[in-house]
């Protein structure tokens, strides 16, 4: 006796259709998988570090203004600068994010 064909359509029978023929796929491209995740991670670690760098502004008007006397001007302006620049660093590493999960970054 042949088995019954299912006719509802529902999602969980759908799924049940699709099950055998969907895991030998997940499991042929489980390597490309974990490979593009674990480029994601350094992805999205690059653009954490250039996060901090949005702290550099504060941090050299601080020095460019109280430790000024000190001898701290000029390295206030350069992290001012640096800070004027975070956050178009980390767009682009944002930016940079899907061509990161492929390999390509």
Do not use: C
């Not at 088995?3 to 359509?9: H, V």
């Not at 969980?12 to 030998?24: D, E, F, G, N, Y």
């Not at 796929?25 to 996060?51: H, R």
């Amino acid at each position: 006796m042949p088995a019954p064909k299912a006719k509802a359509m529902d999602p969980i029978t759908i799924s049940m259709l699709a099950a055998p023929i969907v895991i030998p796929m997940v499991k042929a491209a489980m390597p490309y998988i974990i490979k593009g995740a674990v480029n994601f991670g350094k992805g999205m670690l690059d653009v954490g570090i250039e996060m901090f760098g949005f702290f550099l502004f504060p941090l050299g008007m601080l020095e460019a203004s109280a430790g000024a006397p000190f001898g701290m001007f000029g390295l206030g302006m350069s992290h001012m600068g640096r800070g004027m620049l975070a956050p178009f660093k980390m767009m682009w590493q944002m930016m940079l994010v899907p061509t990161k999960i492929f390999g390509f970054g």
